[in-house]
Nanobody, 124 residues
């Protein structure tokens, strides 16, 4: 089982990045994918998530209207388009997989698989 995040980097405030989460080794269609982020000394926090049919989508309030999550099941990949980035969005971003029937919880403890993370740094 593997989840691999990519697309992070350094961007100025107001800029955009698109993160990708590529999955392998499990039945992708059986899983909901969530994006989380973490800064040093803090817990991993839910950002956005999407069910396997893309009919179940959630965003945290602090990213609504700026971030968009999407998935391509034929490519086993979930994307997070991040626009209007702000310095407070700086974090390591992770994707996690949870069985689709478990919904879209905000707590990381319910997610079975994780990627290694990708760093996003937004300068002011």
């Amino acid at each position: 089982v593997q989840l691999v995040e990519s697309g992070g980097g350094l961007v100025q405030a107001g800029g955009s990045l698109r993160l990708s989460c590529a999955a392998s080794g499990f039945t992708f269609d059986d899983y909901t994918i969530g994006w989380f982020r973490q800064v040093p000394g803090e817990e991993r926090e839910f950002v956005a998530g999407i069910g396997w049919r893309s009919d179940k989508i959630k965003y945290r309030t602090f990213v609504k209207g700026r971030f968009t999550i999407a998935r391509n099941n034929t490519k086993y990949t979930v994307y997070l388009q991040m626009n209007s980035l702000q310095p407070e969005d700086t974090a390591v971003y992770y994707c996690g997989a949870i069985p689709d029937e478990m919904g879209l919880p905000f707590s990381e403890k319910f997610y079975d698989y994780w990627g290694q993370g990708t760093q996003v740094t937004v300068s002011s």
